[in-house]
């Protein structure tokens, strides 16, 4: 939980400038707020960072993916491509916008794969919602290229990967629109939060509109503006919004030392023999937020992910685990929804009770995770490293 290692006189600052005044909405109120408007300055800063026009900051990750499939035009009976291997909230968002989600192999990057898109496009195919899975990047130029032979939109949800990059431009700047999660597991966290980036105008009006009940945050009488269309409401607190920006103001110092953190346990692990790594794309532009290896076999990398998370690392085994992989979501297969959604009412759907995903079970079988610190010391990693020699050495 890197974010969380940073909490300082500067997230206690930005949240008193909040309280000081006690405007917690982040519209209007222009008078009151006395120049404070941290959702806003935010936004300013975090696409000033991805290198694109626009920003829009949400409630959640969650939030953020359900804002990009509205923003892209993406609705009822339309088919969006998602990975096996992926945190359920953007499988999640397609289903609650009324799309269906059509499920393709991963590959070593632990990301979709260029040939597991291409084998389950369709005619009705409208979008990619790719995830960049445990802190870097999927094969996007391969990605993109699919995405502009058949007309895709690209969705890159980077929720697991900010501060990372490809060929030097940010993860998340490549897509049509992208979104990020501050939840309290993040690489930064507001407590939750999220956002969503664009360079498209009309996408922007889109997601700004949509996530405020159509609003259209023009003036400062809420009640007298235009609602170009119906929405909901995944607004941010100015609360949320000042932690966010006190953490993301720490993102470089964060990702530095990850990689460096996560530099000396990699070149530890290269003496085992065993073990491999997954494959990065851009090798530089990892965020250095997890470390990602490979066991032989699934019983090894069990029994390593069970041993050292005793041995108090914080390592994950994906393929047990019932968030992360569609081996075990039952309530897709059973497609038990609160309520009837889309899913129920077509019939171009994948079988999910009897699809096979063969190449993402033999990779995710054997994957291991292990989180990385911001803040470990010299000490501390040594330490750990003589943790792998008892896990890994046997
Ligand atoms: C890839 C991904 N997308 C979306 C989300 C949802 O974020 P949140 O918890 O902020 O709703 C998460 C959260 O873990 C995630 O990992």
Redesign the pocket.
Request: aromatic content about 12%; some cysteine; glycine content about 12%.
């Given at each position: 939980m890197p974010g969380t290692e940073l909490f300082g006189k500067e997230e206690r600052k930005e949240v008193m400038d909040v309280l000081e005044t006690g405007v917690l909405f982040r519209y209007n109120n222009d008078e009151a707020r006395k120049g404070i408007w941290k959702a806003k300055t935010f936004e300013k800063e975090f696409a000033d960072f991805h290198g694109v026009k626009h920003c829009h900051m949400v409630s959640?990750?969650?939030?953020?993916?359900n804002v990009s499939l509205a923003a892209a035009g993406i609705g009822a009976g339309d088919e969006v491509i998602v990975p096996t291997f992926?945190?359920i909230?953007?499988v999640e968002a397609v289903v609650n916008c009324g799309a269906i989600p059509v499920f393709a192999e991963i590959d070593k990057t632990l990301c979709l794969s260029p040939e597991g898109i291409e084998a389950v496009i369709t005619p009705k195919t409208k979008a990619i919602m790719l995830?960049h899975?445990v802190g870097a990047m999927a094969k996007l130029d391969e990605i993109i290229a699919i995405c502009k032979k058949y007309n895709l939109v690209l969705i890159e949800?980077t929720?697991?990967a900010l501060g990372g990059s490809y060929k030097r431009k940010p993860l998340g700047s490549y897509g049509d629109i992208s979104?990020y999660?501050?939840?309290f597991?993040?690489i930064i966290t507001a407590g939750?939060?999220?956002a969503v980036i664009t360079n498209n105008d009309e996408i922007y009006e889109k997601a700004h509109t949509w996530s405020d009940h159509g609003h259209s945050h023009i003036g400062n009488n809420r009640g007298a503006e235009e609602h170009p269309i119906l929405g909901t409401n995944y607004r941010i607190s100015e609360l949320h919004a000042a932690v966010g920006l006190a953490q993301f103001r720490k993102i470089d110092f964060i990702i530095e030392n990850q990689r460096a953190n996560k530099k000396v346990l990699k070149d530890y692990l290269k003496k085992f023999s065993q073990v491999t790594f997954r494959e990065l794309p851009d090798e530089a532009g990892d965020s250095g937020t997890v470390i990602n290896i490979f066991l032989p076999t699934a019983e090894e990398a069990e029994r390593v992910a069970g041993e050292m998370a005793e041995a108090g690392l914080n390592a994950a085994y994906w393929y047990n685990n019932n968030y992360h992989y569609i081996k075990n979501w039952e309530h897709l297969k059973e497609m038990k929804t609160a309520a009837p959604v889309g899913l129920q009412f077509f019939d171009n759907l994948q079988d999910y009770k009897t699809v096979k995903f063969p190449v993402s079970d033999d990779i995710i079988s054997r994957l291991v995770s292990i989180y990385v610190k911001i803040m470990w010391t010299d000490e501390e990693l040594k330490d750990i490293c003589d943790k792998f020699d008892q896990v890994l050495g046997k």
């Open positions: 959640s990750g969650t939030a953020a993916d992926t945190f909230a953007p995830v899975m949800d929720a697991q979104c999660s501050f939840d597991f993040k939750e939060g999220g």
